[in-house]
């Protein structure tokens, strides 16, 4: 099973930028499909972006539509989430998950398809 590690989260005012990675055991090229899903307190774990190795699919949830940009770097085995505006609503404990037979859809992002995880990184949104 793939091991994957967060990276790149903080404290940063609001309209600021983060960009997180997720550094994965084996090539992303296998993994085929890195999400990254967050969670704040007391409420559930949604999915934020996601994308595919094969074609370069991506999904966007509608409340980081235009301010989060998900990237590969296949060379570093490295997927990126780029966040641009943070906004208040933003904070949360941020994952990311992979799996070799999802396809990243835009109209969707099934958490429950993902078999690997990692073990989150802390995003803080603050004056």
């Known amino acids: 099973q793939v091991q994957l590690v967060e990276s790149g989260g903080g404290l940063v005012q609001p309209g600021g930028s983060l960009r997180l990675s997720c550094a994965a055991s084996?090539?992303?090229?296998?993994?085929?499909?890195i999400g990254w899903f967050r969670q704040a307190p007391v409420k559930e774990r949604e999915g934020v972006s996601c994308?595919?190795?094969?074609?370069?699919?991506?999904y966007y949830a509608d409340g980081v539509k235009g301010r989060f940009t998900i990237s590969r770097y296949n060379a570093k085995n490295t997927v990126y989430l780029s966040m641009n505006s943070l906004k208040p609503e933003d904070p949360a404990v941020y994952y990311c998950?992979?799996?070799?037979?999802?396809?990243?859809?835009?109209?969707?992002?099934?958490?429950?398809?993902?078999?690997?995880w990692g073990q989150g990184t802390q995003v803080t949104v603050s004056l």
């Open positions: 998950a992979g799996d070799p037979d999802y396809y990243c859809s835009e109209y969707d992002l099934r958490e429950t398809d993902f078999r690997s």
């Open positions: 084996v090539s992303t090229l296998d993994v085929h499909a």
């Open positions: 994308i595919s190795s094969s074609d370069g699919s991506t």
